[in-house]
């Protein structure tokens, strides 16, 4: 399960906030607050002992939480919200022991009645007020433990700002009890928690939570050491706001035993549209500066949509976000593209894939033609084109639906193929996940963070499988794809064992570089005249052509990020300063498209510039 040790002799720091005096600017608060900040430096957690809530207010808390999770399945799905990733009812696949339910803004009296109303048609006044009063009494708690922290820095100016910047997320969980051939198991994988601070108190199965020491040896089982007991927990948000002063720490929850374990947690958010910033305060020549602001909405919208559970948050994965970011961008401008190792494909689904991808241009060829339809250019078969006559590609547009491809699939194999069908869906899935990296880790390098969920959503995923036909003996080699730029946003390729064929054109126009794949593991990443406009010049469309030498078939399947129909793509005015004059007119895809779509002499960064550039030298 882990490579570290689960230490039973090793124990969390326990602070008492009991005392009824506890006030800022008094010894006992001073005291208080030395030993939260020692403790969330070197833990990054704690016990907290406090009586704000009574042993009868947790009691009902917790009989009410059984009552919710054993609601019929459709009854739970009911609260589940599209607009508010916290809001409602929460399974996660890859955790099959774990169900939650969240208010999102429990300190709202309509959230918590109308969330409760969707469980209880007929109401339920009596669990209603439990989670009102239980949510108030955390948040009572969690002033004070925040307040601390600032002052603990030096940071009372900002204290209030700081407070009224998260949201109040009250949310309770089941963990489903193990059976009697199962000895222990992940109820959660092991993560860091997003957002500024968590507090969290358990029913009496107190065995579960497991918090990794900060040098990374030993897990501490987290018992509460009464039944008075919360656990507070620093998350990834608050950790970017102090520069790194206090610690996030990596948990888990593992079950033991048959009985369902539950938990009832506050947790602080940062408010919608929030760009964390480390203070000036806290940055010195001792703590030089260790991150770019951040925006945590989009952060947990690209992590919660490209991940189906908990890997990559951890802290190292923060820092490795970082550097690979910096990267991604150099590539981009200097090179226009770049190879990606990424290990979302396996070498199983890739070899599947391909195989697949042979199986379906093997078809006959009014069987392929079944697929396409004349008004829809990207859509189904294309292939039999006189000027790239080893070229065959068949198209899924829209690939993210199910549908879609089930669709083409059909029309390929009546009876169905749910193999062919599966893997592709499964391989595009990972190619979504890497692009929504990449193109996140783009916005953010140039400082548009509030601009990447609206940028993300801008494109439609289109999924491609290409061949390019091996050649006769008397043919040494032959263009499988004239040179040209592509038009959209982003590219991301993956061939078969052909490894020869694409080659990228230097920036300076002079060589041409063989794009040979160094690992089994490597997608290609190609930045498109699109994204090129809409950043105002700052990456570079590389010219790109597929050479084809020898007889064998070469495979290749791709995912383009196509602008959505009608989208006027333009700089964002953060592109352009004296430095940056604004290079292109607002443009419609579609309209380009077309403009290049009949002449391949069309398909290059001049040609562009001819069509929408500013400047009258172009």
């Known amino acids: 399960?882990?490579?570290?040790?689960?230490?039973?002799?090793?124990?969390?720091?326990?602070?008492?906030?009991?005392?009824?005096?506890?006030?800022?600017?008094?010894?006992?608060?001073?005291?208080?607050?030395?030993?939260?900040?020692?403790?969330?430096?070197?833990?990054g957690c704690f016990e907290a002992t406090f009586d704000g809530v009574s042993p009868e207010l947790r009691k009902a808390i917790f009989k009410a939480t059984e009552e919710v999770f054993d609601l019929p399945l459709e009854t739970k799905l009911r609260t589940k919200s599209d607009k508010i990733i916290y809001e409602g009812y929460l399974t996660i696949p890859t955790m099959p022991l774990y169900e939650g339910l969240g208010f999102y803004g429990v300190?709202?009296?309509?959230?918590?009645?109308?969330?409760?109303?969707?469980?209880?048609?007929?109401?339920?006044?009596?669990?209603?007020?439990?989670?009102?009063?239980?949510?108030?009494?955390?948040?009572?708690?969690?002033?004070?433990?925040?307040?601390?922290?600032?002052?603990?820095?030096?940071?009372?100016?900002?204290?209030?700002?700081?407070?009224?910047?998260?949201?109040?997320?009250?949310?309770?969980?089941?963990?489903?009890?193990?059976?009697?051939?199962?000895?222990?198991?992940?109820?959660?994988?092991?993560?860091?928690?997003?957002?500024?601070?968590?507090?969290?108190?358990?029913?009496?199965?107190?065995?579960?939570?497991?918090?990794?020491?900060?040098?990374?040896?030993?897990?501490?089982?987290?018992?509460?050491?009464?039944?008075?007991?919360?656990?507070?927990?620093?998350?990834?948000?608050?950790?970017?706001?102090?520069?790194?002063?206090?610690?996030?720490?990596?948990?888990?929850?593992?079950?033991?035993?048959?009985?369902?374990?539950?938990?009832?947690?506050?947790?602080?958010?940062?408010?919608?549209?929030?760009?964390?910033?480390?203070?000036?305060?806290?940055?010195?020549?001792?703590h030089p500066r260790l991150?770019?602001?951040?925006?945590?909405?989009?952060?947990?919208?690209?992590?919660?949509?490209?991940?189906?559970?908990?890997?990559?948050?951890?802290?190292?994965?923060?820092?490795?976000?970082?550097?690979?970011?910096?990267?991604?961008?150099?590539?981009?401008?200097?090179?226009?593209?770049?190879?990606?190792?990424?290990?979302?494909?396996?070498?199983?689904?890739?070899?599947?894939?391909?195989?697949?991808?042979?199986?379906?241009?093997?078809?006959?060829?009014?069987?392929?033609?079944?697929?396409?339809?004349?008004?829809?250019?990207?859509?189904?078969?294309?292939?039999?084109?006189?000027?790239?006559?080893?070229?065959?590609?068949?198209?899924?547009?829209?690939?993210?639906?199910?549908?879609?491809?089930?669709?083409?699939?059909?029309?390929?194999?009546?009876?169905?193929?749910?193999?062919?069908?599966?893997?592709?869906?499964?391989?595009?899935?990972n190619l979504i996940s890497l692009d929504m990296k990449v193109r996140t880790m783009i916005m953010q390098s140039f400082g548009l963070d509030k601009y990447i969920e609206e940028h993300l959503n801008s494109a439609k995923n289109h999924f491609r499988l290409l061949k390019y036909r091996g050649l006769d003996e008397n043919t040494e080699e032959q263009l499988g794809l004239d040179p040209h730029i592509d038009r959209h946003f982003l590219t991301i390729l993956c061939q078969n064992n052909v490894v020869d064929g694409l080659e990228i054109k230097t920036k300076e126009g002079e060589d041409w570089i063989k794009a040979k794949p160094s690992q089994d593991s490597s997608f290609l990443v190609i930045a498109g005249a699109s994204l090129h406009v809409l950043l105002n010049g700052r990456v570079f469309p590389p010219l790109h052509r597929v050479v084809i030498t020898g007889k064998k078939d070469r495979y290749t399947a791709g995912l383009f990020l196509l602008p959505k129909e009608e989208l006027i793509i333009n700089a964002f005015e953060e592109m352009v300063d004296d430095e940056h004059p604004r290079l292109y007119k607002p443009f419609d895809y579609n309209a380009y498209f077309k403009f290049t779509y009949t002449d391949t002499k069309k398909r290059d960064l001049s040609a562009l510039k001819t069509y929408c550039s500013l400047s009258k030298e172009d």
């Open 107 to 286: 300190d709202s009296p309509e959230v918590v009645d109308d969330l409760i109303h969707k469980l209880w048609p007929q109401g339920n006044i009596l669990f209603s007020k439990n989670v009102q009063s239980f949510g108030e009494k955390l948040i009572e708690l969690n002033v004070k433990v925040r307040t601390m922290i600032m002052e603990s820095f030096g940071l009372e100016k900002y204290i209030e700002e700081h407070l009224n910047s998260a949201k109040n997320h009250l949310q309770i969980f089941k963990y489903k009890g193990v059976d009697d051939n199962t000895e222990e198991t992940l109820g959660f994988k092991p993560h860091i928690d997003r957002q500024f601070l968590t507090i969290l108190c358990q029913n009496d199965v107190v065995d579960g939570l497991e918090i990794k020491t900060k040098d990374g040896e030993e897990w501490i089982k987290a018992r509460p050491s009464q039944d008075t007991s919360f656990l507070v927990i620093a998350g990834a948000s608050l950790h970017l706001l102090l520069n790194g002063g206090v610690f996030p720490p990596l948990h888990q929850v593992v079950i033991t035993g048959k009985k369902d374990r539950y938990v009832a947690c506050l947790f602080s958010p940062p408010r919608e549209g929030l760009i964390i910033n480390a203070p000036e305060e806290v940055v010195d020549d001792e």
């Open 291 to 429: 991150y770019k602001p951040f925006d945590f909405e989009a952060y947990v919208k690209f992590s919660n949509r490209t991940n189906t559970n908990t890997k990559g948050r951890d802290l190292s994965s923060l820092k490795k976000w970082d550097s690979a970011r910096a990267q991604v961008r150099r590539a981009l401008e200097d090179y226009g593209c770049f190879e990606a190792l990424f290990d979302g494909a396996s070498a199983e689904l890739r070899k599947a894939l391909f195989e697949a991808s042979e199986e379906a241009f093997d078809l006959p060829l009014e069987t392929k033609l079944s697929t396409k339809k004349s008004d829809e250019i990207y859509k189904g078969y294309v292939g039999q084109v006189s000027t790239i006559p080893l070229y065959e590609g068949m198209g899924f547009d829209g690939a993210d639906s199910p549908q879609v491809v089930d669709e083409l699939t059909y029309k390929l194999w009546p009876q169905g193929n749910i193999t062919f069908s599966k893997n592709v869906q499964s391989f595009t899935e």
């Open 1 to 43: 399960m882990t490579t570290s040790r689960t230490q039973s002799h090793l124990f969390l720091p326990v602070i008492d906030f009991y005392n009824r005096d506890l006030k800022p600017e008094t010894p006992e608060w001073d005291s208080v607050r030395a030993q939260v900040r020692k403790a969330l430096e070197e833990y």
